[in-house]
C-alpha cells in the first residue's frame, strides 16, 4: 500500500477504487468494498481490503453531509457524490460501523502497519470518519 497520509484517500488503493466509483450510479461500489470485509468473518484483514472499506465509509459520509475534508484526492469522490444525492439506508451506515470496528481491531493488517509506524494520528482520522458516518 502506497500511502502518503493518514486519511481515507491518502493512499493508492483507495483512489484505485474511487477511479472504480465513477462509473458506479448507486451504492454498489460501497457495498462490495463491505462484503469483502464481512467475508473474511474473524480471519486477518488484508490491508487493501481494509483501505477499501474506509474509502467506502466516507463516501456514506459526504453522502451524508459530512465529509470532514476536502482536497485534491477527493474531488472525484466529491463530484461523484454531488451527481448522486444518494440517502444511505442505515443498514449500510451500520456495516460501515462495524467495518471501521474490525479495520481498528486486533486482527487487521493495516492497523498493524500504522501502528508500527508509530503514526498514532492514523487511529484519530479513523475515529473521525466514524463520528461523520454515525453522527
Request: charged share 30%; with cysteine; hydrophobic share 45%.
Amino acid at each position: 500500500m502506497g500511502a502518503w497520509g493518514v486519511l481515507a484517500f491518502d493512499n493508492d488503493t483507495a483512489n484505485d477504487w474511487a477511479y472504480d466509483l465513477e462509473s458506479a450510479d448507486d451504492l454498489s461500489l460501497v457495498e462490495g468494498a463491505l462484503d469483502k470485509v464481512e467475508r473474511l468473518g474473524a480471519g486477518y484483514l488484508d490491508a487493501d481490503v481494509a483501505c477499501e472499506a474506509l474509502a467506502a465509509c466516507e463516501v456514506v459520509a459526504r453522502l451524508k453531509g459530512r465529509p470532514g475534508y476536502t482536497n485534491a484526492y477527493t474531488e472525484k469522490v466529491d463530484r461523484w457524490v454531488d451527481a448522486h444525492r444518494l440517502d444511505p439506508p442505515v443498514e449500510i451506515i451500520n456495516r460501515g460501523n462495524a467495518a471501521i470496528d474490525r479495520i481498528l481491531g486486533e486482527k487487521s493488517e493495516l492497523r498493524e502497519l500504522w501502528l508500527e509506524a508509530g503514526e498514532t494520528e492514523w487511529v484519530d482520522a479513523v475515529a473521525d470518519l466514524r463520528r461523520r458516518l454515525s453522527g
